[in-house]
């Protein structure tokens, strides 16, 4: 509702949208578990670090759908670790080690392009854990009778498979997959059989915020470069212990001032 989408939704695969060193575990600690709500041990060059993918990620999405920057902005992201053998407790965040079929609109409506950027490599940092879209396959893909006979599958598999077009993503370190986060992106994670799989999914939204929002900040929208720093100081950098509701309230106003602080003054 009130957000702006391209013609065209689609999905985009990038085998390389990060390096090696820019996911290092060991150049950027607790990357692999970082979360904006949870700042006051963590290094400020893996919080930089962090925040230098996830706006690689809103630009990226800016570029591929062709929507002006200051129109996106996130909504949430965060790092996963997903084990095997461990079932998942509670939303977006707990160990599990796999995902259910769903669209992302679905979670949240105001969901409008997502990502999934991959901190580990399938079959050397764990196993299984494809990232699969599945959509209605093509008559001339339905399988015949004698197909489904030779696939022997489980009941459960038959089911998730019936009329669908199963599409594998084998993930990558620094690999990056970008979609818009609606029903024409049904996806799911599958089960991981060893190891330990780390990705930062992110959601980005196209609603504005209202500028009531803004009025009610205690420090508005930053005006100045040194308006600027100083919500980098406040809302990112300042390592201080938080009561849970004032780390909800710190990460709201970093969503909405993203675009604020992470464009040129000219750009606002």
């Given amino acids: 509702e009130d957000g702006e989408c391209c013609d065209k939704c689609s999905r985009n695969i990038f085998p390389t949208f990060a ?11 607790e990357l692999y578990s970082l979360t904006f709500n949870e700042l006051e041990t963590v290094p400020a060059s893996t919080i930089i670090q962090f925040v230098r993918l996830i706006e ?23 790092s996963r670790k997903y084990v095997a ?3 998942q407790k509670g939303g977006g965040g707990g160990e599990g ?13 105001g969901y409008h392009y997502s990502c999934v950027l991959y901190l580990s490599t399938q079959g050397k940092d764990f196993e299984g854990g494809d990232f699969v879209f599945n959509d209605p396959a093509p ?10 006979e030779e696939l022997a599958m489980s009941l459960e598999d038959e089911i998730r498979r019936a009329g669908r077009k199963l599409t594998p993503f084998h993930p990558t370190k620094g690999a990056g997959v970008i979609f818009s986060s609606g029903w024409e992106n049904m996806h799911e994670v599958e089960k991981i059989t060893s190891g330990t799989r780390y990705a930062v999914p992110c959601f980005f939204t ?7 929002h803004y009025e009610q900040m205690a420090v508005g929208k930053p005006k ?14 300042a390592h201080r212990k938080e009561s849970p509701v004032q780390s909800v309230g710190r990460v709201k106003e970093l969503m909405m001032k993203w675009h604020y602080m992470c464009a040129p003054l000219s750009m606002h």
């Fill in 224 to 237: 100045s470069e040194e308006d600027i720093a100083d919500d980098w100081l406040h809302l990112l950098l």
């Fill in 85 to 87: 053998g461990t079932t």
């Fill in 139 to 148: 008559e001339s893909e339905l399988p015949d009778d004698e197909e489904e």
């Fill in 206 to 212: 196209t609603c504005p915020v209202p500028e009531a």
């Fill in 97 to 109: 080690d796999f995902v259910i079929l769903h669209t992302d609109e679905s979670t949240h409506a």
């Fill in 19 to 29: 390096t090696d060193p820019e996911v290092s575990f060991e150049i950027f600690p």
């Fill in 56 to 78: 690689r990620v809103r630009r990226t999405i800016a570029h591929e759908y062709g929507l002006p920057l200051k129109t996106i902005l996130p909504l949430q992201a965060y």
